[in-house]
């Protein structure tokens, strides 16, 4: 009996774990993708602080 609680113990324990690595790795690529997303935000708006051609 003590065997069967630990067995399913164990697996509620792993099952755990994968999901907690999964939810991970899916937190990191969407921080990643922000991080990109304002790093492009900031060049396109230095570039346009600076006109193409003088204005007179």
């Known amino acids: 009996m003590f065997s069967i609680i630990l067995t ?4 509620i ?3 755990a774990l994968l999901v907690a690595m999964a ?4 937190v990191v690529d969407f921080d990643d993708a ?3 997303r304002r790093r492009k935000k ?3 708006t230095e ?3 600076t006109p193409a ?3 007179s």
């Open 42 to 44: 900031q060049q396109v």
């Open 8 to 11: 399913w113990v164990g697996s």
């Open 13 to 15: 324990l792993g099952l």
């Open 47 to 49: 570039s346009k602080s």
């Open 23 to 26: 939810v991970g790795a899916f």
């Open 53 to 55: 051609a003088p204005l």
């Open 34 to 36: 922000r991080g990109d």
